[in-house]
């Protein structure tokens, strides 16, 4: 069996709902040994590790699960935006970036993936990327009547942050 027994998995819900994380984190240590091969396992404790304040001990996890092809888009989606945080948390900002970078790309409509990634790239010196994707985003989302008054200069100025006229 390459995938944890369905019992197995909704004990680890059922610890996870209750707010027993250090409980959810053992069954997901110990099911994610028994099954290495599974990514959405390796990702559920990537993700728990997470959650307690275990950035260090959440990246093999969430690399591993990044490397199998069968996880889910929506667990990809949170697992690119968790080891590219994680590894920002970390100090490692090149592999932050990098993470983030290919998150964004992939998914283009999150603006989360955007936002983590303008992070990353200030922590690495990237202030006029980051910045201007920040802008983006601004102007992409904001539900403020004003800002969107602006979007246009906003998006434009984005493309051009040392444009005077």
Not at 11 to 17: D, G, M
Not at 94 to 99: I, L
């Amino acid at each position: 069996m390459t995938q944890p027994p369905p019992a197995d998995l909704a004990e680890v819900e059922r610890a996870y709902q209750a707010g027993r994380f250090e409980e959810a984190r053992k069954l997901l240590v110990a099911l994610s040994a028994a099954y290495p091969g599974d990514a959405e396992t390796a990702y559920r404790a990537a993700s728990v590790h997470d959650r307690l304040g275990l950035e260090a001990e959440a990246v093999p996890y969430y690399e591993r699960c990044l490397r199998g092809a069968e996880l889910s888009d929506a667990s990809r989606r949170g697992a690119l935006l968790g080891l590219g945080s994680t590894y920002r948390v970390l100090g490692r900002y090149e592999e932050a970036v990098d993470t983030l970078r290919r998150g964004a790309e992939r998914y283009p409509e999150d603006g989360a993936l955007r936002a983590f990634l303008a992070m990353a790239l200030y922590n690495t010196g990237g202030h006029h990327e980051a910045t201007a994707l920040l802008l983006r985003l601004l102007a992409g989302t904001s539900g403020d009547e004003t800002v969107r008054a602006y979007r246009r200069a906003i998006e434009h100025y984005a493309g051009d942050l040392d444009a005077t006229v």
